[in-house]
């Protein structure tokens, strides 16, 4: 099991894993690569969202099988090079049990590579990040979570259709740090019809009061299909008003650099040392493998 070779050694986002049997030598000049594992569930269905998802959990457990089998199918995909990165992604990843992790884990370490250190991140709704289930987390390899706050005002929430409210916003991010989490991401969403500039100004200063030491911030997109399309298609929603969404990106750069968090991509913020590994090297170009019904290889 993976849970034998976990060591207690100290670092950001707990427990950091050697993901290797004793005596097996990690060779530091190896190239890297990553895995991408896509969970294709969610509770309820985001206004906004045009990714690929389930809201019955029905045949979780067979996916997840076919998911270890395509594992072991594709274990030569990446030939030699050494796994650097893993990535829960969704759908809505914090879905799955500590059980349903360690297997994922197990056969990972069965059939790839994986550097001593590796960053194990774990998207995650704030509904799902009550300290029991943080801790089960914290019992796997998991060593950073990306949790998809979007706002921190309820009547944002509401009219995304997301899950959890604004309490639950800020006491999952309370509860990750105080489990012992340091290295997390969280996601704003700036631009909605629903969010006034003094809002989102309140919601960037609030994730800096909490110390997350990166953010991912994106602007509300009306997406062909989604339930937002049809409502301002119907009139029964505005639609983004660019002026506005250019006003709160402007402050949220500037915010930010004051705040000594670098901007690094696009829509991504983070100080010194907390870079996502995983997201970088897809924009270097790095070799992947993805798993899921709409996992991609590169």
């Known amino acids: 099991m993976v849970s034998d070779w976990i060591a207690p050694v100290s670092g950001r986002g707990g427990l ?15 190239k890297m690569a990553g895995i991408y594992l896509h969970i294709p569930f969610c509770k309820q269905a985001c206004h906004y969202c045009n990714f690929h998802f389930s809201t019955s959990l029905k045949y979780k457990e067979e996916m997840v099988v076919a998911m270890l089998k395509e594992l072991e199918l594709q274990k030569d995909y990446l030939g030699e090079e050494t796994i650097e990165t893993i990535y829960f992604g969704g759908g809505t990843p914090s879905l799955l049990s500590e059980q349903d992790l360690e297997m994922f884990f197990d056969k990972i ?21 009550t300290k029991e289930k943080i801790k089960a987390f914290k019992n796997t390899p998991i060593n950073r979570f990306s949790i ?11 009219f995304m259709n997301r899950a959890h409210n604004a309490k639950e916003a800020e ?13 997390l991401t969280i996601d704003l969403i700036y631009g909605s019809p629903t969010t006034p500039d003094i809002h989102w100004e309140k919601n960037v200063e609030k994730a800096v ?14 997406e062909s299909n989604t ?18 969404a250019e006003r709160q990106f402007n402050f949220l ?29 897809y924009w270097r170009g790095e070799k992947y493998l993805g798993i899921s019904t709409i996992g991609t290889f590169f």
């Not at 370490?109 to 990040?129: H, K, R």
């Not at 998809?148 to 509401?158: A, C, P």
């Open 16 to 30: 950091i894993p050697p993901f290797r049997k004793p005596g097996q030598l990690v060779l530091s000049n190896l």
């Open 109 to 129: 370490v069965s059939q790839f590579s994986i550097s001593q250190n590796p960053e194990i991140t774990l998207e995650a709704n704030p509904d799902d990040l």
């Open 148 to 158: 998809g706050v979007q706002s921190f005002f309820e009547e944002d929430l509401k």
């Open 171 to 183: 006491s999952c991010i309370k509860n990750v740090q105080e489990v012992g989490f340091e290295n």
């Open 209 to 222: 009061a909490f110390n997350v030491p990166h953010i991912s911030c994106y602007c509300l997109t009306v």
């Open 227 to 244: 339930a937002l399309d049809y409502f301002v298609k119907k009139g029964k929603a505005r639609p983004v008003d660019e002026e506005q």
């Open 253 to 281: 750069i500037n915010k930010l650099e004051s705040e000594k968090y670098e901007h690094y991509e696009i829509s991504n913020f983070a100080k010194k040392g907390f870079y996502s590994k995983h997201n970088s090297n």
